[in-house]
């Protein structure tokens, strides 16, 4: 942790810099503060360690504008970050893929894609959705379900094909069915199938994976280490996703005490709060969140739902980003 306690300390002078930055002459707004070769590495180091993580679902990052809606401007000790409210960046967009390439391949924060899953809500033009409606004109049987699974293999393969042929490191499925097909056992056959090429799959060797992804990705793809996150707000997915993901990016939007789901080990808990609304509060339920503690073993970490918003200066947080930041540290303690 002696890593950590450096790492903060030149984040927070660079966000000091950054912050008290006057000249209005300047042609870049907010250039970022650039580190050692050594510091990076002390970053991914720390980042691939065992610990409890920082997340945020970071939207608002088309503006490019101001370094609170850069990927380079997030704090340096992010964990995990899933790109929300937008899809996959424009191409034609360099600056803003310059920026996330900084982000998750110098910095080491992992980026995710995102999207709330709700197969039978999907447009009719999908092929997917086709095949879905198909399958649910049938009869009961085991066509039927021969044929619903066939969908809900194939919109695996839609988010798969964003997180492999972007180089993303892995996918959030955001749980809010809200009555839609793709729920229950259905939901759980979806995780399965995305649990082929990503996540914690027990009962896959590495060697099969590996297999699989290069068939379909090509033999230069070689990643075989993409996470698998559900986030969910409301209700719980079935214990049987349990084995196949990462973490379990809990919408603890009201703030209180966690409390853990049952059909999922603590360990892989986030509890995150909506930093949407919360931002100009003196931040009280984000620090409940980061300072938690399981009655034994450890929590998977804590999150933010729109947490670019902690980079907005004001009463209660004197530079950007620094409630986050604080927040990074008082859940993993510098050891001194």
């Known amino acids: 942790?002696?890593?950590?306690?450096?790492?903060l300390t030149l984040a927070f002078i660079g966000g000091m810099?950054?912050?008290?930055?006057?000249?209005?002459?300047?042609?870049?707004?907010?250039?970022?503060?650039?580190?050692s070769d050594l510091y990076y590495q002390n970053l991914r180091d720390f980042k691939a360690s065992d610990h409890?993580?920082?997340?945020?679902?970071?939207?608002?990052w088309s503006g490019q504008n101001s370094m609170a809606v850069r990927f380079t401007g997030l704090p340096d000790s992010l964990d995990l970050c899933s790109i929300w409210g937008g899809g996959i960046p424009p191409k034609e967009n360099t600056q803003?893929?310059?920026?996330?390439?900084?982000?998750?391949?110098?910095?080491?924060?992992?980026?995710?894609?995102?999207?709330?899953?709700?197969?039978?809500?999907?447009?009719?033009?999908?092929?997917?959705?086709?095949?879905?409606?198909?399958?649910?004109a049938m009869p009961e049987g085991e066509a039927r379900e021969a044929k619903l699974k066939e969908a809900i293999d194939m919109y695996a393969y839609y988010y798969l094909d964003q997180v492999f042929e972007n180089d993303l490191d892995g996918f959030d499925a955001d749980y809010e069915p809200d009555g839609d097909f793709l729920s229950g056992k259905y939901f759980t056959m979806f995780i399965?199938?995305?649990?082929?090429?990503?996540?914690?799959?027990?009962?896959?060797?590495?060697?099969?994976?590996?297999?699989?992804?290069?068939?379909?990705?090509?033999?230069d793809v070689t990643d075989t280490n993409k996470l698998l996150c559900i986030d969910v707000y409301g209700r719980d997915a079935d214990k049987e996703c349990e084995p196949?993901?990462?973490?379990?990016?809990?919408?603890?939007?009201?703030?209180?005490?966690?409390?853990v789901r049952q059909n999922f080990p603590v360990e892989k808990h986030v509890f995150c709060v909506n930093w949407g609304d919360d931002w100009p509060?003196?931040?009280?339920?984000?620090?409940?969140?980061?300072?938690?503690?399981?009655a034994t073993g450890r929590k998977g970490g804590f999150g933010a739902f729109y947490g670019q918003r902690d980079y907005f200066i004001h009463e209660y947080n004197p530079e950007p980003y620094y409630r986050f930041r604080e927040c990074i540290q008082i859940q993993n303690p510098a050891v001194y």
């Open 244 to 259: 196949y993901i990462n973490y379990y990016l809990i919408q603890n939007y009201g703030g209180g005490t966690p409390y």
């Open 96 to 136: 803003l893929w310059e920026d996330l390439r900084f982000t998750q391949k110098v910095k080491g924060t992992k980026m995710l894609y995102v999207a709330i899953v709700r197969l039978g809500a999907e447009d009719d033009s999908h092929d997917f959705k086709q095949v879905l409606n198909e399958g649910l």
């Open 52 to 60: 409890e993580i920082s997340f945020m679902w970071f939207a608002q």
């Open 192 to 219: 399965q199938k995305l649990g082929e090429y990503m996540g914690p799959n027990p009962n896959q060797s590495k060697e099969d994976r590996l297999r699989l992804i290069q068939e379909r990705y090509g033999k």
């Open 17 to 35: 810099m950054v912050a008290c930055d006057t000249d209005v002459e300047n042609i870049e707004i907010q250039k970022p503060y650039t580190y």
């Open 281 to 294: 509060t003196d931040g009280t339920k984000l620090y409940n969140q980061a300072r938690w503690k399981p």
């Open 1 to 7: 942790m002696k890593k950590l306690k450096y790492l």
